[in-house]
């Protein structure tokens, strides 16, 4: 079945860091693509999305690009702040009438200033 | 336009007992999907309701049951509850559109303990 695998955490970083985070996916056809955040206590804001191979997406200064080679959509930014500190959760929609969400284990980011 | 809005926020349950968990979803949003999100882990997919029926299942027992109602909210049910249902659980409301790309928002959680 589909599944998703992102890099496992935490991941510590300074403020104005360059932060990357892996997520590589199995799916048959083509599914969509999401980044998802969880901030402390509080439920999953959707980040940025892809919905075709090279599809960039991008919001808040973070940026993903759907790489159906190398069947990947790795989270960058290029200067994290404190407030992204949070968990970040690698999904994807399967190609089912649902579109229900497939998601990674999450990945926990702490930002240190 | 109104988010997506769940209740109660936390709640503590003994083993064995049922629980109701309800969630509104955003305005003209007419499909809730329902997750469970263990601690440190991703959220797993329970069902999901489209105009009042049920329209897919994930992985979970029939003790795990749903509602949807005519104005698209919907309400969670679970029966004889074990510890290992201790978890957040999440709605997400969506519009499906002809391309697929159901962008599902989601509402903060019921926090279900289990003792």
Known sequence: GDSVTQMEGPVTLSEEAFLTINCTYTATGYPSLFWYVQYPGEGLQLLLKATKADDKGSNKGFEATYRKETTSFHLEKGSVQVSDSAVYFCALSDQSNTGKLIFGQGTTLQVKP | ?115
Do not use: M
């Open chain 2, 1 to 115: 336009e109104t988010g997506v809005t769940q209740s109660p926020t936390h709640l503590i349950k003994t083993r064995g007992q049922q629980v109701t968990l309800r969630c509104s979803s955003q305005s003209g949003h007419n499909t809730v999907s329902w997750y469970q999100q263990a601690l440190g882990q991703g959220p797993q997919f329970i069902f999901q309701y489209y105009r009042e029926e049920e329209n897919g299942r994930g992985n979970f027992p029939p003790r795990f049951s749903g509602l949807q109602f005519p104005n698209y909210s919907s309400e969670l049910n679970v029966n004889a509850l074990e510890l290992d249902d201790s978890a957040l659980y999440l709605c997400a409301s969506s519009l499906p559109n002809s391309g697929r790309a159901y962008e599902q928002y989601f509402g903060p959680g019921t926090r279900l303990t289990v003792t």
